[in-house]
């Protein structure tokens, strides 16, 4: 007992972990608050609890989300820097994350306004409250959404550390592969613009489907055309750099661009990452 105790304690010692314990009830308040509220709204003056239900739940999702976005400062700190898409999400994350306290407190203040003497001014105050505690409702889930796809999809924070060779070699995998970002810019929309007209499952042209991985290793009516890691050996290259007299790819629309074909050299030479 004492054990898990101290183990305990000793996760809340990470940034990483802090911060994940910190982030939930901030997400549960904004998505609880605005039920008091509209309860508040249909009682009217004959029962103020709700209201003041609703008033401390801003109050203190405005306290938390402050508490919770300093967390998170922490955390990606701890993280370092990140490449690519995850600097990316993290940043949007960051930016939304951080304004959560202030529609909270905003929402707070127009709730609290709802008790005003004057009717009009009490009424407007509260709707405009309800509005801004359901934006933030939305606003929060979206912030999570990016938080959480850091940690689920890409292990952002988490005790493994990222590092390539945690990249598993299953072409499919997410990753922050670099090669596969070059891919997917600079390769893949050649492949999918320029050859798939002809060479893909329902039209395999000389017998090569070009749509995935697998079809590419299964070669063409010749044989193998790409040998990962080697481009002056792999009849993909060789077919549209100009090289081979007997194949020069694509058949219709004019050769590639001088750029389009150094992306596929280069792609192939890095070994030919796939992925979606
Ligand atoms: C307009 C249709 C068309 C387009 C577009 C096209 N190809 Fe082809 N491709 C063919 C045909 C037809 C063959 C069969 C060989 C022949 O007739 O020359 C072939 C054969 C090949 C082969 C040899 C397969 C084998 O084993 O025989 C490779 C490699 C190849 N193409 C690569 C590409 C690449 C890479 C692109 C895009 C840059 C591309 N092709 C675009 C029609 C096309």
């Known amino acids: 007992m004492q054990h898990l105790l101290s183990d305990m304690l000793q996760m809340l010692n990470d940034p990483s972990t802090r911060h994940a314990a910190?982030?939930?009830?901030?997400?549960?308040?904004?998505?609880?608050?605005?039920?008091?509220?509209?309860?508040?709204?249909i009682l009217g003056d004959k029962n103020r609890a709700p209201r003041y239900a609703a008033i401390g739940a801003y109050a203190l999702l405005a306290i938390l989300a402050y508490v919770t976005a300093v967390s998170g400062e922490a955390a990606s700190d701890h993280m370092g820097p990140a490449p690519g898409v995850v600097g990316a999400l993290v940043?949007?994350?960051e930016e939304m994350a951080e304004k959560v306290w202030m529609f909270a407190l905003g929402a707070c203040v127009l709730v609290a306004g709802g008790l005003l003497k004057k009717k009009g001014v009490a009424a407007t105050?509260?709707?405009?409250?309800?509005?801004?505690?359901?934006?933030?409702?939305?606003?929060?889930?979206?912030?999570?959404h990016k938080g959480g796809m850091l940690v689920y999809e890409y292990?952002?924070?988490?005790?493994?550390?990222?590092?390539?060779?945690?990249?598993?070699?299953?072409?499919?995998?997410?990753?922050?592969?670099p090669r596969l970002d070059f891919f997917l810019s600079d390769v893949r929309p050649v492949l999918v613009d320029r050859c798939m007209g002809c060479h893909r499952a329902d039209k395999a042209r000389g017998g090569l489907d070009l749509s995935s991985m697998a079809t590419i290793l299964d070669g063409g009516d010749d044989g193998p055309v790409l040998t990962p890691g080697n481009a002056m050996t792999s009849v993909i290259y060789t077919s549209v750099a100009g090289i081979d007299p007997e194949l020069q790819m694509p058949k219709r629309g004019g050769p590639l661009t001088d750029a389009q074909i150094e992306a596929i050299r280069r792609w192939i030479d890095e070994g030919a990452v796939w992925g979606e």
């Open 125 to 144: 105050s509260t709707w405009l409250g309800l509005a801004t505690g359901l934006f933030l409702a939305l606003w929060i889930a979206a912030a999570a």
């Open 155 to 177: 292990g952002a924070g988490t005790p493994k550390p990222m590092t390539e060779k945690d990249i598993s070699p299953d072409p499919s995998a997410v990753s922050i592969d």
């Open 22 to 41: 910190f982030v939930h009830l901030p997400i549960a308040l904004a998505l609880l608050a605005p039920i008091p509220l509209i309860a508040s709204m």
């Open 91 to 93: 940043h949007d994350h």
